[in-house]
Structures are given as structure tokens and as C-alpha cells.
């Protein structure tokens, strides 16, 4: 049985996803499938561009360099898809 994650009330069990709470009058929404991916690839993409700051600061040769800009350049390609999909759902 589903409750409202505002004021604990219980919910109808044949309720559809987006229903109003009764008790508070807040919309009931079921969680997003994308969150996790979405904080998990954010996390990433600044860890990445991290190691390409210090990188710059600290690199001994070019081909270093490369790679992490490019694994970092990719992971924000990949973070701006996945905000896409967490918030079109």
C-alpha cells in the first residue's frame, strides 16, 4: 500500500501514479526511473573534470591530457542525455 511521502497517509490501492494526497493536498508523484543514473554520471563528470584541472597543472605529456579531456567531454555528452531522459519522465 502506497503512502504520501508529505504526511505518511495511506493511499488508495487502484490510485493511479499521479494522484492527490487527501489528508495534505500534495501531488503524489512515483519516483524517477533516471535519478540514480543522473546523480551518478553528475558525480562522475565532475570528478572527471577534476582530474583534467589538475591535469593541466601538473601534466608531464600531451597524450595524457587527451584522454582525460576526452573521457570528460564524453561524460558530459552522456550527462546532458541522461538529463534528458530524467526530465522528460
Do not use: Q
Amino acid at each position: 500500500m502506497r503512502t504520501c511521502p508529505h504526511c505518511g497517509a495511506k493511499l488508495d490501492a487502484d490510485a493511479p501514479d499521479t494522484t492527490e494526497c487527501p489528508v495534505c493536498r500534495n501531488v503524489v508523484r512515483p519516483p524517477n526511473p533516471y535519478a540514480k543514473r543522473l546523480y551518478w554520471t553528475m558525480a562522475l563528470t565532475v570528478l572527471l573534470y577534476f582530474i583534467l584541472l589538475f591535469s593541466l597543472l601538473f601534466a608531464d605529456n600531451a597524450a595524457w591530457l587527451i584522454a582525460v579531456f576526452a573521457l570528460a567531454f564524453l561524460s558530459g555528452t552522456y550527462l546532458l542525455y541522461v538529463m534528458y531522459l530524467y526530465f522528460r519522465s
